[in-house]
């Protein structure tokens, strides 16, 4: 029976069963499940806690049916509902369930909750009811179909356009709230919603101050600030008692900076207009709400608005710094609509042609706009390389794009003081992280640098630049012989491209320039050593798949230099890399195979084995001569 | 500096009376529930013996009579009575009843009644499912298979307890990632697809893979005879899966 070759699991290599159980490769589902057990890595754990189950809250809450589990944020549970009575969506949102038995908490949560259901404004969520069931206490609140302003910015960059739409409602809102004596406290990305209509609305007025803060009691104060760092303004943290409204513009201030540059403001504050091209105008807005000193900012949420509008609309709210509806306001706002109005007649008057011209200039100019603000959004896929630890503090680096190409990031490490250590040039190794192949490898990318290599030596590790879903599942490093259809390079071409870049500036040892890969990086390394183009004289390959169909010739191998490294107990199977060094040996490649206890991952003397692998890798180099085919 | 962090995996506490267990308890005594519970796990678990019996050779159509009869018998008790070592896991108990039952004489006697009865199975598929296994020896084939069910199993389980808290879409979304690295996992982009924070999608991966694993558990342990065998039988079958 005549069968077409099987598809293979791209993690693991081996062909995928037609049958496979959903789809997933059974080895991986064993490897990645069974053998080991997963651990959470990252600042965003958290320890999973099971809410309670919708059978088990119902009892609780016969007035309501509780249609799904929302989510969990620093405030408690939430969950979608239906009020029966009234056929209405709402949310619920379960609190504090340690604090159930606490009189005191009782009353001040009773006081808060009655304040909250007063605050009717479209831009804040609506409190519906409140009080203490099935061991928590409870707000039931107005259901706000959308998503929060933390999910928008994660899946994509907001344009400065939008971002000074949003800030304007909720200011209204605040300045709203601030009227009735009430701050939030804690205004961040997570707790302002849009709904489907593009409305904007604060959620969680006041409860962390329900939870966290106690008047009657500094101590309590003093040792659990309400609000979230980051966000909080630096009297919330200093002097939480003495906070008042204007806590909650600077908060504000914190989110409009995130908007505009996808960052939150770092200690030495840069105006956003240097990261980001926005407005000059705006800098000034967002410096004065982020003042350290509460006397500094703005007053009043009113006057934070009027000035972000001014920007927006500039004939209707000229000059900023006064009240909106001043007699001069208006007179001066007329008089900008009437020069508006000249201009306009002015360019009616155009020529047909000056008018097709002007046309074309401004289709060229969306379409310059549509390519930057699509570099945004991909840029903003690539996660940070992160805080820099202080062991590593030392080892220089640089974020850089090479080719000016916005999707050919690397990161240059190493002691770049303008000459090279030697006469023959640095030594250059190109690194194709492991896993996701992100940033987020830096710090041992440096650490590499530190433990290892000498000033010799330059690293560029390469950022794989995941277009979108699917290639982030099935393949990071895209190749010429396997390619991801969205994918607008090759490794190949990258890591030609980033060679390229740094031999612009530096100049490079042409026998030394090795790349170093690991995992799902090594597929794309074999793929990068035999493209008949490259630069590339060595790879250093760890605990990595081997599939010869998916690469150019083995004979391009012919002359290079291969230092393999796999572990027995990798649940990729070692027959990979003993295949990949029997075949490359025979096309005349030079391989040296190496393998390591404890199964797949950088594992035991990791430094040693990467010192010992870059070393054979420059003596062979270097004394080219021993191999066999390139001896003369 | 490892990519995948591993600790050694907690032995957890199983509860479970298992349906073999069950099964052998009953042997001698005629019990709805130990036929019944002997019938799911024949259900489940017929395809890697049927692979077995082709892998020995036999044609398509002998495999089929062979592996029908075979369970027709078993369920008939006949061969429950048998005193088997292996009768502490349903796996090893049922290659080694194969065996005995193929190379054993009388079973040429019955020929003419093979057939007869009412199929047990659906053998329809199952050629074509054999026509793509890998070229392995009867019993790694066998052995793999089996493993295969259980994943499959699992997953089945997974789902159904998704799609029953109304949550069909987060599985469907996240059954993808169990078979990924930690590190490859985007859980910036899964939050975006399930409208939550990445801190939730992180601990939705997470529990989605605790729960694979206590349900595979769970699945293992409905074949052997006692709990204590669970931890042999898992690192078994994880070889077994390990292998290329």
């Not at chain 1, 059978?55 to 939430?78: K, S, W």
């Not at chain 2, 027709?72 to 090893?92: H, S």
Request: proline share 7%.
């Amino acid at each position: 029976m005549n069968t077409p070759p099987l598809p293979a699991c791209p993690r693991c290599g081996v062909a995928l069963p037609i049958d496979a159980p959903r789809g997933l490769c059974p080895r991986c589902l064993a490897a990645m499940n069974l053998a080991t057990e997963t651990a959470f890595t990252g600042a965003n754990a958290v320890p999973a806690q099971p809410p309670l189950s919708l059978t088990e809250l119902a009892p609780h809450f016969p007035q309501l049916e509780i249609l799904e589990y929302l989510g969990r944020g620093g405030m408690g549970v939430v969950y979608k509902a239906r009020q029966r009575s009234l056929d209405r969506l709402v949310a619920l949102k379960l609190l504090a369930p340690e604090r159930v038995l606490d009189t005191k908490f009782a009353a001040r949560f009773a006081n808060e909750a009655q304040a909250l259901a007063r605050l009717n404004h479209p831009n804040i969520v609506t409190v519906y009811d409140f009080g203490q069931a099935g061991g928590f206490y409870y707000l039931l609140m107005e259901f706000v179909d959308g998503v929060n302003l933390r999910q928008l910015l994660r899946s994509r960059k907001l344009t400065p356009e939008e971002a000074l739409a949003i800030v304007p409602p909720l200011c209204e809102a605040l300045q709203f709230a601030h009227e009735r004596g009430i701050i939030h406290r804690d205004i961040k990305p997570e707790n302002l919603l849009l709904d489907k209509e593009g409305r904007t609305k604060i959620a969680d007025f006041g409860i962390a101050k329900m939870l966290g803060a106690d008047a009657s009691n500094v101590g309590v104060l003093e040792t659990q600030p309400a609000g979230t760092p980051g966000y909080m303004a630096p009297e919330q943290k200093s002097e939480p008692e003495k906070v008042d409204s204007r806590a909650d513009i600077y908060s504000l201030g914190v989110v409009f900076y995130e908007m505009l540059t996808g960052e939150l403001p770092a200690d030495k504050l840069q105006p956003p207009s240097r990261r980001v091209r926005i407005d000059v105008r705006l800098d000034e807005i967002v410096l004065r709400a982020l003042e350290k000193t509460p006397e500094l900012r703005f007053q009043t949420a009113a006057e934070l608005r009027t000035q972000v509008e001014a920007v927006v609309h500039p004939a209707m709210s000229l000059p900023a710094s006064n009240p909106p509806h001043t007699p001069q306001t208006r007179n001066r706002a007329w008089a900008w609509i009437g020069m508006s109005a000249a201009v306009l007649a002015v360019l009616v008057g155009w020529s047909v042609l000056g008018f097709y011209r002007a046309r074309r200039a401004m289709a060229e100019a969306q379409k310059a706009r549509a390519q930057a603000q699509r570099v945004a959004e991909e840029r903003a896929l690539l996660p940070d390389a992160g805080e820099t630890p202080a062991d590593i503090a030392d080892v220089p680096m640089r974020d850089l794009r090479a080719g000016d190409d916005e999707m050919k990031r690397f990161l240059l490490i190493g002691l770049l003081d303008g000459q090279s250590a030697s006469k023959e040039g640095y030594r250059l190794l190109i690194v194709l992280p492991g896993g996701a192949g992100d940033a987020n490898f830096s710090p041992f990318v440096r650490r590499i640098y530190k433990n290892v290599l000498d000033q010799n030596w330059i690293i560029a590790q390469l950022v794989a630049p995941q277009w979108n879903l699917a290639q982030a599942r099935y393949l990071v490093w895209p190749t010429a012989g396997d390619r991801y259809p969205a994918a607008r390079f090759t490794t190949e071409q990258f890591v030609a491209t980033v060679v390229a870049e740094i031999g612009k500036q530096h100049s490079i040892d042409p026998r030394c320039v090795f790349t170093l890969s690991w995992s799902s990086g090594g597929p794309a390394a074999y793929a990068v050593s035999l493209d008949p183009a490259t630069r590339v004289t060595g790879s250093f390959i760890a605990m990595s798949v081997f599939r010869p169909e998916n690469l150019p010739d083995l004979a391009a191998g012919k002359g290079r230099f291969y230092y393999l490294l796999h572990s027995p107990t990798d649940f990729i199977s070692i027959k990979m890399p003993e295949t990949a060094r029997d075949l490359l040996q025979a096309e005349g490649a030079r391989v040296e195979f190496q393998t390591y206890e404890g199964g797949h991952g950088w594992r035991g003397d990791v430094y040693g084995q990467l010192r010992r692998g870059l070393e054979w890798l420059t003596k062979e180099a270097e004394t080219g001569g021993a191999l066999p085919g390139t001896a003369p | 500096m490892s990519e995948v962090e591993e600790t050694p995996a907690a032995p957890q506490p199983l509860f479970v009376t298992t349906r073999w267990s069950v099964v052998l308890a009953a042997q001698d005594r005629s019990s709805p529930d130990s036929a019944a519970a002997l019938d799911l796990l024949c259900r489940a678990y017929w395809y890697p013996l049927y692979a077995y019996v082709r892998g020995t050779g036999r044609a398509p159509d002998d495999a089929q009579d062979l592996t029908q009869e075979f369970f027709a018998r078993l369920l008939a008790r006949d061969w429950l009575r048998v005193v088997l070592p292996e009768k502490g896991r349903f796996r090893t108990f049922l290659l080694v009843a194969m065996k005995r039952f193929l190379t054993n004489e009388w079973h040429r006697g019955m020929r003419q009644k093979r057939g007869g009865g009412q199929r047990l199975l659906s053998l329809d598929t199952a050629e074509n499912r054999f026509a793509a296994e890998p070229p392995l020896a009867p019993d790694e084939l066998y052995d793999r298979r089996w493993a295969m069910t259980l994943l499959d199993e699992t997953l089945a389980r997974l789902d159904e307890e998704f799609q029953h808290a109304g949550r069909k879409h987060e599985f469907d979304c996240l059954k993808e990632w169990l078979a990924a690295e930690r590190g490859s996992i985007p859980y910036a982009q899964i939050a975006v697809t399930l409208a939550t924070t990445e801190g939730a999608a992180r601990v939705a991966v997470h529990r989605l893979r605790k729960r694979f694993r206590e349900l595979f558990r769970q699945s293992i342990a409905e074949t052997v005879a006692c709990a204590s065998d669970v931890e042999t039988e898992l690192r078994y079958l994880v070889a077994v899966l390990s292998r290329a």
